[in-house]
């Protein structure tokens, strides 16, 4: 049925910009929600954004402001730009898909290293 992957991922220094992308194949593209979590080393995963059918958007606290969420429905990806990244951003990022049903689909994850 498919599969999600992620990329985009690299080390970069406090303030500097990362655009993530995650394609989908199969039909794993959800025009109901997608979204973006994070994961650093020791920590839950955590909600970083999420865009809903009508694109309507929400994010996390923390990210508010530096991050926008959006997606090419023809392309079938989701994008992630981070702007003035900090330190405490570094975490593996994953993609979600999520179906009307409540069925939540998984990228593999790409590394996001904020460091000087």
């Known amino acids: 049925q498919g599969q999600l992957v992620e990329s985009g991922g690299g080390l970069v220094q406090p303030g500097e910009s990362l655009r993530l992308s995650c394609t989908a194949s199969g039909n794993l593209f959800s025009i109901y929600a997608m979204s973006w979590y994070r994961q650093a080393p020791g920590e839950q995963r955590e909600f970083v954004a999420g865009?809903?059918?009508?694109?309507?958007?929400k994010y996390a606290d923390s990210v508010k402001g530096r991050f926008t969420i959006s997606r090419d429905v023809a392309k079938k990806t989701l994008y992630l730009q981070m702007n003035n990244l900090k330190p405490e951003d570094t975490a593996t990022y994953y993609c979600?898909?999520?179906?009307?049903?409540?069925?939540?689909?998984w990228g593999q994850g790409t590394q996001v290293t904020v460091s000087s």
């Open positions: 979600k898909s999520t179906r009307a049903n409540s069925v939540d689909f």
């Open positions: 865009i809903v059918g009508g694109g309507q958007t």
